[in-house]
């Protein structure tokens, strides 16, 4: 432990933090945190780049761990006034950047006080206190030290990605990887011989969006994979099929889709063919874009009920809506923006479909809140294929994690939801995540138990459930021999 | 009572059960609780069958009282895998079911930790522990024993089910019937002498659905009871104004409407014979229906003002979503599944033409409670005949019941609501709704004494609107000389 | 004070009102509120008459203070039966209407139970006890002595409207003036040395709304203004542009745009010629008027670029929806009801063409709920122009102001919210108002630091900002030497 000068103020992280402060329900939310707190992480669903943990080449510097990849800390301070430049962040249209990583450091540190009361301002000092053990308050005054003793940590074998995998107790880690990965980073993985389990997701959105001008290129990369032209619908259904082979051989157990709008729904034969020309030729259009999309998500529900991979539906978030920003640092870079999304009559064709069938399970996640008690939780409260995915995005937060139980939990109970996932790319964030929802979730039961609700033993069962044994199960990872 | 084996976990009952923990809160809540858990009940909206209270014949055994009507039971195991038949319901397409009622209890009762934390969970805690007098907690060990006791209680002439309702306390109870509906059971139940207050409720949708194969069946029973064929539109609704004025001589005080979009306008007299056509003669649209419904609504308004029949419409279920359950098992089986609904453009031509009127009230509902702050507190707020239903179907659970409080209360008040319904068709559940319902605005009301917002007197007068009064007021049961 | 006679209750305004009762939180919540309760009133936006002031009149009697002029007293006992004329509302129509104060006084005391639980309740207990300072709870039986109370009151010059003013610790006020107003009011106000700061605000909507009748009849006290006809589109800007000038030389920080849908976009130069030679013809119709506005708004936003006025956005009431209200009443007579909206969409094009410029202020307003943290969250999060306004109408309530903090912080942060802002025509109730919105505030931010979320000092300055700093410096009050 480095010595701190006196003049910063301590970080402590308080045991009781998130909990419900009514002394009954502290009480028994306490219970409840101590029997899921030491359980492993489960992580299905996430965006960790495997080659972190492929190379395992430690971390540089604080900006580079925490401030560069984060788009949560890039939008709240551009939607401030601060350049997203200015934080260190590169640029792709020759606008000068932030080079030096203390700079922007004490550019983000000067701003930490947006975050008071958010989940990303959670996040960072769990992160601080507890991951990297450097329990400081950080503000402006206090930027130089934290970021010194952070690099101190950094340069340390314990803090490197491995290290930290086995000291998170990390049980499963799910990476998310294009239908055209060729998988190498997981490879080498396995090939390195470390016991750490991480696993690829197929997630096929590139060579779904036929309507993009990149298309062209992911499916020419499609083609260069299977080894064969693809010049009709089968043969590239053929293809994925093979690539989800692949895939399971890999370990994984999942797909994943993003779209605006779940529909879902067959296209005739001819129509089809349709699209799928048009999009060799480069000239599919984005209405058929979308209705080539509904008869993809058929089809991959098709194959999930033969090669066993679980389906993930991402829908309701308008991508890259700022030009401006979209231009200098790329997609994904803060200005996607949900709208509102209809599930009831856009998800019944796939659901009549395949939605009896055991074999199929189909996690549908949500950015429209709205459709909890609405849609969702009489979905999957019927539906034996359909599970709800964790409070997604920006709703994994203390009140949207509470929000999405309290409307899902009575219609659709807890085994129909797949527990928490975090779906982060901040590798270091994971614990912080699963601290915060599984405090949320003792929380939660812990009002259940004061009301006479539900026993203490019960809840203290369903809060295992909810942080280790639904998202395994769901996720399949508890059935041994499948996979490679 | 039965001496219990010591194996069996205890079933209690907590008095304090779904009261908010905070102590000031609780102790108001309490004292509300005191005053409204002896009131009588009054259940202005059921679906109980009126022949089981006309035969009085006693229940057989814990399967068909509790597991075989309950479509909350089997829409929650068969999202979970299990059969519907499993459970002892019998099936139209020749799908063998369970016939003994003992194994499929047990198939129940291994799935009973599904329902932690739903209503129906609770309110099965309360129809064990207190309408049966069976305190046993149910779970796979016990299902014997509660099966046994059960039947060992339901052999009593304790538990048939006229001396269940005098134990339930209910004032009046209003089942539902379709337009065409004989009113045997009813007549029946007059005819026998018994004291109990039990009046139909005029549900006209079967003959509104002029593009469902089964309208002209409907439509001929109609004919039948008017004696005389229904060429024009006019004629058919002088018949179902007759058959109105017949349900108000049973002590019918109001009419039901069930509907996808609560669309209301009035058709141009030829575009309304040409939908009447259409509908004998087989050809009638969906459209055609969507638009014939909007018109008849408010010609059943129009009625209302004369024939004083309270209007109500239940609007935004898509129903029977799943054609292999619809198949096996028929109707309402448990796979509705709402929609988004708006009411305040879709209203407004109702509310214009009659919704001034003093002789008028329309209770509202919804499925959809995005519109509880956003729509129908406004709209309820303001027009002197809407009044807004309780919380309903998926939300008469108590998270449903306390964001109906919270988001309709404080811009509609409680007097333009119509305090609590129980909407079911489990007869032994009622006293078990009116109980949560009656605890839950006890909680709710005591939070507002706790913040210092209404006064505890002034409290426990709204508790006993909320239980009482304004559903017997809003129904006009407190009209002496109406009906027969 | 008056010696009350015993018969009446008193009105005691408890100091811990509205704040959650958990201690934990409550004592976190008196901190802050300590901190805060002082702070001066900012008013950025609302609708008292600058004539109020600029004569400075005493008020008359206690109905035309607080019945005749709030209609959401007019809508709540007109939605239980109670004509609005009978509470001395003038009408339009030769309907006679109640003409004795006193009556109608009697008539609103004998319905006030109808606001148990609302906020005009609690605004209404305020302005009794605190501003008035008649301690007396209102009923049919303390009618008369809180009407004579009232009056004796109001008698006393310390009750005029500028010694209230000074009273409420008023540091700016805005009101809302049409595009067309001469602002003789202000110019009145300010000639008169008085040194209370009331400042106008633009509201162009009258010359937005091209399909209504009035439009030619705004568009010509506009011609008149600028002292030359306005054959064109850009003429007509420019005038706009100089009534914007002028509004900002009487101090002047802001504008205000209500409109059903926030949709934005330009118009191709001969469409947007078309719409207004279709305007200037009496021939535009709503869906010209439409696409006219949206138009109208990306202008709105241009002018404000260069001279520095805050835009603000109201959209999403249905107006006037009761035409029999309309008719004797006129507009604003409380059927107006909101509809869904879609922000994420319809704001795109502004935000695309604006939202980066640090020199844009947009403040957005909603009905709709739904969309805090779907859209205006995440839009707020990112945008550096956009701005979230208070919760709005039928939602600056206790529940409604907890679940706009709620839904919002976790993802926007408090700074890209404006604080709290009043939206009263009602200048007494401004106070009640503001003491509501620091309680809630304070309790929500108390509930934080009681789950260990924030420390209390950051509580207490984020406190501060939410009542005072926020709005002051969102509506650019902190800019020493603008406007005039």
Redesign the interface.
């Known amino acids: 432990m480095t010595t701190l000068p006196v003049r910063h103020a301590p970080l402590v992280l308080?045991p009781?933090?998130?909990?419900?402060?009514?002394p009954?329900?502290r009480r028994a939310a306490r219970a409840i945190l101590e029997a899921t707190a030491p359980l492993p992480i489960v992580s299905p669903h996430g965006h960790v780049d495997p080659r972190l943990l492929a190379d395992d080449a430690p971390f540089t510097d604080a900006t580079s761990l925490i401030v560069v990849p984060d788009h949560y800390v890039h939008?709240?301070l551009?939607?401030?006034?601060v350049p997203i430049e200015a934080l260190g962040v590169p640029t792709r249209d020759g606008t000068p950047h932030e080079r030096d990583p203390r700079a922007a450091w004490r550019r983000f540190a000067a701003h930490v006080?947006?975050?008071?009361?958010?989940?990303t301002g959670?996040w960072l000092d769990h992160v601080l206190a507890e991951t990297l053990q450097v329990p400081v308050r950080l503000d402006a005054a206090s930027a130089d030290h934290v970021y010194d003793a952070i690099g101190e940590r950094l340069a340390d074998a314990a803090f490197r990605p491995r290290a930290l995998f086995t000291r998170f107790g990390i049980e499963v880690l799910a990476t998310t990887d294009a239908a055209t990965d060729t998988l190498a980073a997981h490879a080498a993985l396995r090939a390195s011989g470390w016991a750490g389990r991480v696993v690829p997701t197929f997630r096929p959105d590139a060579v779904m969006r036929i309507a993009r001008a990149e298309w062209r290129a992911h499916h020419a990369a499609l083609e260069a994979l299977a080894g064969t032209p693809l010049p009709t619908y089968d043969a590239f259904l053929d293809a994925l099929a093979a690539r989800r082979r692949l895939f399971r051989a890999h370990g994984a157990t999942a797909t994943d889709h993003a779209v605006v709008t779940p529909a879902t729904g067959h296209l005739a034969a001819g129509e089809l063919a349709r699209c799928y020309s048009a999009a060799l030729a480069g000239t599919a259009t984005p209405d058929d874009e979308a209705r080539f999309a509904a008869h993809f998500l058929m089809d991959m529900a098709r194959l999930s009920l033969d090669d066993g991979l679980v389906m993930q539906l991402h829908p309701g978030a308008?991508r890259d809506?700022?030009?401006?920003?979209l231009a200098r640092f790329g997609m994904d870079a803060?200005?996607?923006?949900?709208?509102?999304t209809?599930y009831?009559?856009n998800l019944?064709p796939l659901?009549?479909a395949y939605?009896?069938d055991?074999r199929l399970t189909l996690v549908v996640f949500t950015?429209?809140?709205?459709t909890y008690?609405?849609?969702l939780?009489?979905?999957?409260?019927?539906?034996?294929a359909?599970r709800l995915g964790a409070p997604w995005w920006?709703?994994d937060?203390?009140?949207?994690m509470l929000r999405f139980r309290?409307?899902t939990?009575?219609?659709?109970?807890?085994?129909?939801t797949v527990g928490f996932t975090d779906d982060t790319r901040a590798f270091c964030s994971i614990p912080a995540r699963h601290d915060l929802a599984r405090r949320i979730d003792a929380s939660w039961l812990g009002?259940?138990v004061?009301?006479?609700?539900?026993g203490l033993d019960?809840a203290i069962e369903?809060g295992r459930l909810l942080a280790y044994d639904l998202p395994r199960r769901t996720y399949r990872f508890d059935r041994a021999g499948e996979g490679a």
Chains 1, 2, 3 share one sequence.
């Open positions: 308080h009781d933090r998130f909990l419900d402060p009514e009954g329900t939008r709240m551009y939607s401030q006034g006080h947006l975050f008071r009361g958010t989940p959670a308008l809506t700022n030009p401006l920003v803060g200005a996607d923006i949900p709208v509102a209809e009831t009559r019944l659901l009549q939605g009896n055991p950015l429209d809140e709205t008690a609405r849609e939780a009489p979905l999957a409260g019927h539906w034996p359909l920006f709703h937060s203390p009140e949207g309290r409307r939990s009575e219609t659709a109970g807890i085994h129909n009002s259940l004061a009301r006479h609700q539900v019960d369903m």
